[in-house]
């Protein structure tokens, strides 16, 4: 059984920086998608990035794109997102969710994501 345990987050001002980590565990041999969604009060969860294990093909959505940055330790099994010139409207639960699976050049939709973190609360106060 995968599990996903976030961590990292917190309290910053405007224009601050946070590094989440998302240590897996139970990960089986093979390849698999990871990602980090967000979710704010009273809206719908958005993806936030995507990562492939195999050769690292990444995507960062546009409201983040060149302040967030994904990465991944194979060896460690963990997920990271260094989080550059922080906003108020990143504030949320952050999750990061992980699906097995070869890269074909697409990435899951959230709903096809099969194992999730339990959330890390990010706030930054202007």
């Known amino acids: 059984q995968v599990q996903l345990v976030e961590s990292g987050g917190g309290s910053v001002q405007a224009g601050g920086s946070l590094r989440l980590s998302c240590a897996a565990s139970g990960i089986t041999a093979g390849y698999y998608y990871m990602a980090w969604f967000r979710q704010a009060p009273g809206r719908e969860r958005e993806g936030v990035a995507n990562i492939h294990t195999r050769d690292g093909p990444t995507y960062v959505a546009d409201s983040v794109r060149g302040r967030f940055t994904i990465s991944r330790d194979n060896a460690k099994n963990t997920l990271y997102l260094q989080m550059n010139g922080l906003k108020p409207e990143d504030t949320a639960v952050y999750y990061c969710?992980?699906?097995?699976?070869?890269?074909?050049?697409?990435?899951?939709?959230?709903?096809?994501?099969?194992?999730w973190g339990q959330g890390t609360r990010v706030t930054v106060s202007s």
């Open positions: 969710a992980t699906l097995r699976g070869w890269y074909d050049g697409n990435w899951p939709r959230v709903e096809e994501y099969e194992y």
